[in-house]
């Protein structure tokens, strides 16, 4: 099973807002509505922030918001602040009897 | 406070053999599903394993598949991975996480702090 693909890097500014992909295929972006997203500051854990493509938990700022269409899911960030810096990573449930996929992470910076 | 502990991690020789400690505390840890995760060094996340909340069913990402061994003692509630046969592709940080809503379809909402293992002669 082949990982989503994110592109390795992303960028903006304060303020800003900036969107990060996450491409699959119909077996698992495009035929499930359960893509999760993931934040991990450097030497920490992983973070939930989005699940079932666009909840969010407990906790997590709505300026976190998550989408999909088709094959390809989005985490977009809005009114970046310089504590959104950090590696993301998606994820899509791939039907039962299987862990599932894991993009392979984003870095966002901000300006 | 929700919060999972892992330990044994450490460093072994190739084809040696480590076991994985997770002990959960805060939730309700006998209704909760359970991955392991593991993240080579500078490399992104890797499902490594999933346990169902009674341990009846488990499933294994390929690479892991026939060497690793995950299990859960509710009655201790803390969740285990045996690693058997390792190789130094193994080397990573392991995190346990616990699923979110009682299914890891919506992502999973508690982690650990992680352990490293070390396959190196």
């Known amino acids: 099973q082949s990982a989503l693909t994110q592109p390795p890097s992303a960028s903006g500014s304060p303020g800003q807002s900036v969107t990060i992909s996450c491409t699959g295929t119909?077996?698992?972006?495009?035929?499930?509505?359960?893509v999760s997203w993931y934040q991990q500051h450097p030497g920490k854990a992983p973070k939930l922030l989005i699940y079932?493509?666009?909840k969010r938990p407990s906790g997590i700022p709505d300026r976190f918001s998550g989408s999909k269409s088709g094959n390809t899911a989005s985490l977009t960030v809005s009114g970046l602040q310089a504590e959104d810096e950090a590696d993301y990573y998606c994820?899509?449930?791939?039907?039962?009897?299987?862990?599932?996929?894991f993009g392979g992470g984003t870095k966002l910076t901000v300006l | 406070e929700v919060q999972l502990l892992e330990s044994g991690g450490g460093m072994v020789q190739p084809g040696g053999s480590l076991r994985l400690s997770c002990a959960a505390s805060?939730?309700?840890?006998?209704?909760?599903?359970m991955r392991w995760v593991r993240q080579a060094p500078g490399k992104g996340l890797e499902w490594v394993s999933v346990i169902s909340s009674n341990g009846g069913t488990t499933y294994y990402a390929d690479s892991v598949k026939g060497r690793f061994s995950i299990s859960r003692d509710n009655s201790k509630n803390t969740l285990y991975l045996e690693m058997n046969s390792l190789r130094a592709e193994d080397t990573a940080i392991y995190y346990c996480?616990?699923?979110?809503?009682?299914?890891?379809?919506?992502?999973?909402?508690?982690w650990g702090q992680g352990t490293t293992v070390t396959v190196s002669s």
């Open positions: 996480a616990k699923a979110n809503l009682y299914s890891s379809k919506y992502g999973m909402d508690v």
């Open positions: 119909s077996s698992d972006v495009g035929g499930y509505n359960y």
């Open positions: 994820t899509s449930y791939a039907g039962s009897n299987n862990l599932g996929v």
């Open positions: 079932e493509v666009s």
């Open positions: 805060g939730f309700t840890f006998s209704n909760s599903v």
